[in-house]
């Protein structure tokens, strides 16, 4: 157990519709990041977030959003879903200071059908 | 712009064999350098880190070298084992943290 918790583990949903993917980070850690992998894109960075704000954004579609609690949990919401949006979705958190690594969540797979 | 050039894969590599991946980095500043390893149907774990030039880090048996002149850290390994079989991703980190720029991933598979 990394201490990044995702849920859910997996989602299956139709074309058009909407979803939220939750990230709950290790404890003490006030960075989130979201990444997409796919087979063919490979890790795509969508955004980071530090205590409530975001920081970065990355290649993360207009159709997608994403918001850090005050409590520090994540949730990244998937809008008009199409086929080529089923991927694995990771969280990860990071410590204070930029020589940490990341800590990965297991993911959640999404199947678009 | 910061980006991360691994070798392509996959790797196929007998049990005892040696493992060298290659990676090369281009960025601005001094980053931080990292390999991490994906399990299949896992997420992503660290395998090691070095944070400044001529930094080795070392993790499980394997090592990577923060090399400035040449904007490399390859990951090497002296003896594979079949429980090594994963994809290793190579990444850096910029002086913001604000992102971690990943290689494509290099698959080893590491039979007996």
């Known amino acids: 157990d990394s201490g990044v918790t995702q849920t859910p583990k997996h989602l299956i949903t139709a074309t058009g519709q909407r979803v939220t993917l939750r990230c709950s980070p290790r404890?003490?850690?006030?960075?989130v990041y979201w990444y997409q992998q796919s087979l063919d894109q490979g890790l795509q960075f969508l955004i980071h977030y530090y205590n409530g704000e975001e920081r970065a954004k990355g290649n993360i579609l207009e159709r997608f959003s994403a918001q850090q609690f005050p409590d520090l949990h994540s949730e990244l919401n998937l809008s008009s879903l199409e086929l080529g949006d089923s991927a694995l979705y990771f969280c990860a958190s990071r410590g204070q200071g930029v020589y940490y690594g990341y800590t990965f969540g297991s993911g959640t797979r999404l199947t678009v059908v | 712009g910061n980006s991360v050039t691994q070798m392509e894969g996959p790797v196929t590599l007998s049990e005892e064999a040696f493992l060298t991946i290659n990676c090369t980095y281009t960025?601005?500043?001094?980053?931080?350098l990292f390999w991490y390893v994906q399990y299949p149907g896992e997420g992503l774990q660290l395998l090691l880190k070095?944070?400044?030039?001529?930094d080795k880090g070392s993790n499980k048996g394997f090592e990577a070298t923060y090399r400035k002149e040449t904007t490399s850290f390859h990951l090497e390994k002296g003896s594979v084992q079949v429980s090594d079989s994963a994809v290793y991703f190579c990444a850096l980190s910029d002086h913001t943290g604000n992102q971690f720029y990943f290689g494509t991933g290099t698959s080893l598979t590491v039979i007996p």
């Open positions: 404890s003490g850690d006030l960075s």
């Open positions: 070095a944070t400044k030039a001529d």
């Open positions: 960025a601005t500043g001094y980053p931080s």
